[in-house]
């Protein structure tokens, strides 16, 4: 159901005056003409009637643009559009882009052998005896309290070594695991790793224990 609101236009009622106002300024000019040259009252009265005459005629037939000053239906009014142009103008359009929802992504992965200042330095390459797995890596758009699941897994015979659980913070961050050497020591050979988000398998690497 449309809505009426009651709107003044100075523009539309500006031309509603000149409308009026100047046929009858000519008018009147025109009178004053005619008297100046015939100095005859009878026969001005009788242009001045005809000329009002025609006058009221013709003023209900003015249109003004044909629009009616005094409704707007605000159906017919696109509120999107008129927040984004005004938005554009003013330099705030948002990204399209930041208001789709994001997809979390792993940006780096490293596998290495300790910690350094919080980050894992990249080394693939163990031996029997090294005392743990470092796994780090950055992520994005990431929701608060998800899961995220490691997973080692020894390649020769797929055989799953251990399983680490845990859990990311709202948004951008740097999340790491760690998995302690086996009682008997790292078997020689390749060795992945698998990392899933929300029970969803997000990445996988790989690593080498040699003699």
């Known amino acids: 159901m449309a809505i009426a609101i009651p709107t003044l236009n100075i523009d539309q009622l500006i031309a509603s005056v000149m409308l009026y106002a100047v046929p009858v300024l000519i008018f009147l000019i025109v009178l004053g003409i005619l008297f100046f040259f015939l100095r005859n009252i009878k026969w001005i009265l009788i242009i001045g009637l005809l000329g009002l005459i025609y006058l009221a005629m013709t003023a209900g037939k003015i249109d003004v643009g044909k629009v009616d000053l005094g409704k707007i239906d605000i159906n ?6 008129i927040t984004q142009t005004n938005a554009t103008l003013n330099g705030t359009m948002p990204d399209i882009s930041q208001l789709a929802n994001k997809k979390f992504k ?3 992965l490293t596998i290495g052998k300790n910690l350094e200042n919080g980050v894992v330095p990249e ?7 090294d005392p743990a797995v470092f796994v780090g890596f950055n992520y994005q758009n990431a929701d608060s309290g998800k899961s995220i699941t ?7 015979g797929d055989d799953e070594v251990s399983k680490k659980y845990g859990t990311v913070l709202l948004g951008d961050g740097y999340y790491v695991t760690t998995f302690p050497m086996p009682s008997e020591g790292w078997k020689v050979g390749t060795y992945s790793i698998s990392i899933y988000y929300d029970g969803e398998k997000i990445s996988e690497s790989a690593f080498q224990v040699v003699e």
Not at 76 to 81: H, Y
Not at 150 to 156: A, P, R, S
């Open 106 to 108: 792993l940006v780096k």
């Open 123 to 129: 080394d693939r390459t163990f031996s029997k005896n």
């Open 150 to 156: 490691t997973v080692l897994t020894y390649m020769h």
């Open 76 to 81: 017919a009014i696109d509120i999107e559009k």
